[in-house]
């Protein structure tokens, strides 16, 4: 039997990531991800890996872009500001097809906002973040034991599609304390960089890693070639959990922190003969689009929770096509959703249904 260990979700999503084969770490301390740099600061030099505190998040994620470039699973973490600063580099990154991970333990915005839990970069995760056309795998745990084990799926994910994934926490997730089994987490699955720029004897052509196409057909091709692999990723690598879909009269989404709270909500709204539905989305993009689909097709009325002023809820509107009608509920700030405040809103809701 595999023992478990208690520990922090920053520290887990460290360890996950050592576990995950990850060698390069590149970061710069903020609250409330400041532990996931402090335990790599720790491990990493114990096990022949880079741990280095760069000067700021803006040469972090170049350092990122040029591990990667050799072909080493690397990884950054930081939280909404810094995730604003490296969003250039997010983006040269994934122009140059580039696998890595970084994590956005999400605190309160805009601006220096404060350092609670929040889930108002969502937007910034989903919709790009910086310029161009590319887009990020966004995987989005709701527990300690969760955030490890996606953490683990990251590596592969990155490397399987040479993109960049981001895992997206929130404050709550990254303080947590509760029970981890690393055992159970995917195991490291390498895959061929035969493009990586890890130096030639002449044995083969030498390998550039640019984003960088003066020729307007060049560039075209190039981002249609990493649509296809999109494509590829929206069909087969969505995720999501849901139950209670099959009589719901009201369907509640949400994510992360959240979903935990709306569960508590529903179990006393079931208890109560209120007929609901719960769909947590795990991969926020790409949005598990068709699940919302199949549920406008019964249920009356669609209810989105979030720690933000309502970011999601655009994704389910499109997703629901008018369907049914979608409401929202959102706490921000720093402030999370209790379980009273999601009942409330759902009997309001039913009045109207």
């Given at each position: 039997m595999s023992e478990k260990v208690l520990m922090k979700g920053n520290e887990a999503i460290a360890e996950a990531a050592i576990r995950s084969g990850c060698r390069h770490f590149f970061g710069y301390p903020i609250t409330p991800q400041t532990e996931l740099s402090a335990y790599m600061a720790k491990k990493m030099p114990k096990i022949g890996g880079v741990f280095l505190q760069a000067e700021s998040e803006v040469a972090a994620i170049n350092m990122v872009y040029g591990a990667a470039g050799a072909g080493a699973r690397t990884m950054?973490?930081?939280?909404?500001?810094?995730?604003?600063?490296?969003?250039?580099?997010?983006?040269?990154?994934?122009?140059?097809?580039?696998?890595?991970?970084?994590?956005?333990?999400?605190?309160?915005?805009?601006?220096?906002?404060?350092?609670?839990?929040?889930?108002?970069?969502?937007?910034?995760?989903?919709?790009?973040?910086?310029?161009?056309?590319?887009?990020?795998?966004?995987?989005?745990?709701?527990?300690?034991?969760?955030?490890?084990?996606?953490?683990?799926?990251?590596?592969?994910l990155a490397d399987e599609y040479r993109m960049p994934v981001m895992i997206l926490g929130d404050g709550t997730l990254g303080q947590m304390m509760e029970p981890v089994d690393f055992d159970s987490i995917p195991a490291p699955v390498e895959a061929e960089k035969d493009w990586a720029t890890t130096g030639t004897d002449l044995k083969r052509e030498h390998n550039i890693i640019n984003s960088l196409y003066l020729v307007p057909e060049g560039l075209e091709a190039k981002i249609l070639e990493r649509q296809k692999r999109y494509d590829i990723v929206t069909e087969k690598e969505?995720?999501?959990?849901?139950?209670?879909?099959?009589?719901?009269?009201?369907?509640?989404?949400?994510?992360?922190?959240?979903?935990?709270?709306?569960?508590?909500?529903?179990?006393?709204?079931?208890?109560?003969?209120?007929?609901?539905?719960?769909?947590?989305?795990?991969?926020?993009?790409?949005?598990?689009?068709?699940?919302?689909?199949?549920?406008?097709?019964?249920?009356?009325?669609?209810?989105?929770?979030?720690?933000?002023?309502?970011?999601?809820?655009?994704?389910?509107?499109?997703?629901?096509?008018?369907?049914?009608?979608?409401?929202?509920?959102?706490?921000?700030?720093?402030?999370?959703?209790t379980p009273a405040e999601v009942v409330e809103k759902v009997k309001e809701i039913t009045k109207e249904v």
């Open positions: 950054t973490s930081s939280s909404s500001p810094g995730i604003s600063l490296k969003a250039e580099g997010i983006s040269y990154i994934a122009g140059a097809d580039l696998p890595c991970v970084i994590v956005d333990i999400v605190r309160g915005g805009p601006g220096l906002g404060g350092i609670q839990p929040a889930q108002s970069d969502y937007f910034q995760a989903t919709k790009g973040g910086g310029h161009g056309d590319y887009h990020l795998i966004v995987l989005a745990p709701n527990s300690v034991q969760e955030i490890v084990s996606l953490t683990a799926d990251a590596f592969n969505v995720r999501y959990e849901a139950h209670g879909l099959e009589d719901a009269d009201i369907v509640i989404t949400a994510y992360g922190t959240t979903s935990r709270v709306v569960e508590s909500a529903v179990k006393q709204l079931r208890e109560e003969g209120y007929k609901i539905g719960v769909i947590r989305p795990i991969t926020l993009w790409p949005f598990p689009t068709e699940v919302f689909q199949k549920a406008a097709e019964t249920a009356k009325a669609f209810l989105s929770v979030e720690m933000s002023m309502g970011q999601m809820v655009e994704d389910v509107r499109l997703a629901v096509a008018g369907k049914a009608p979608v409401h929202f509920f959102g706490r921000t700030g720093g402030i999370i959703p």
